[in-house]
């Protein structure tokens, strides 16, 4: 599984502050994935990636932006609008019309 | 909205018993069910999935279940051992080029020895 790499490990945001947490893979994976996972509430979806220069809005999109410049890569950004970013961030990528899902080791977030 | 409710959040088992783990989805449109395995610190991986034209799927000590009249889907650990011990996820999706899961709460297992 070390075909998709998150980074950092860990992550302290202060107030005001936009992060940006970075997703690679080298799957030649054509879909990506960022989902939330906090304590108790399973994986909420955030956004989703089927090819370069594409994305959609998953459940819990508000605070956070994307982009899809390259394949191999999809950065989320935490901008300064969402107001609870503490949690675990994980991203995922798989092959389109194949369900399983890839994933990275995951981003915790933390806010100063 | 959609949503998958899954049960027990936790679970614990006597080394070499049987473990169940129960999943109920809203949107009958779902036909993509996978289960998750993550182990405390790792990444959530795959370990069984099943698609809604099939009712039950094994894979030697691990099977999944599935219902579509009633909706919902079971995760069946026989012989358990310590290494099961994790927190496993249930999810449903509808294929259609991208995979777009609804992830259940997570059931925490923890197999004693």
């Known amino acids: 599984d070390g075909g998709i790499t998150q980074s950092p490990k860990y992550l302290f945001r202060k107030e005001g502050q936009n992060v940006t947490l970075s997703c690679e893979q080298n799957?030649?994976?054509?879909?990506m994935y960022w989902y939330r996972q906090d304590p108790g509430q399973g994986l909420r979806l955030i956004y989703y990636s089927q090819i370069v220069n594409d994305f959609q809005k998953g459940d819990i999109a508000e605070g956070y932006s994307v982009s899809r410049e390259k394949k191999e890569s999809f950065p989320l950004t935490v901008t300064s609008a969402q107001k609870n970013p503490t949690a675990f961030y994980l991203c995922?990528?798989?092959?389109?019309?194949?369900?399983?899902?890839?994933f990275g080791s995951g981003t915790q977030l933390s806010v100063l | 909205g959609e949503n998958v409710e899954q049960h027990p959040s936790t679970l614990s088992v006597q080394e070499g018993d049987s473990a169940v783990i129960k999943c109920t989805y809203s949107d009958s449109a779902s036909n993509y069910f996978p289960w998750y395995k993550q182990e405390l610190g790792k990444r959530p991986q795959l370990i069984i999935d099943i698609r809604s034209n099939v009712g039950e799927k094994k894979d030697q000590r691990i099977a999944v279940t599935l219902n579509k009249t009633a909706k919902h889907f079971s995760l069946h650990i026989t012989e358990t051992q310590p290494e099961d011990s994790a927190v496993y996820f249930c999810a449903a999706s509808w294929a259609s080029g991208t995979y777009k899961y609804i992830f259940g709460t997570g059931t925490r297992l923890k197999v004693l020895a």
């Open positions: 995922a990528s798989s092959m389109l019309g194949q369900g399983k899902l890839f």
């Open positions: 799957l030649n994976h054509d879909a």
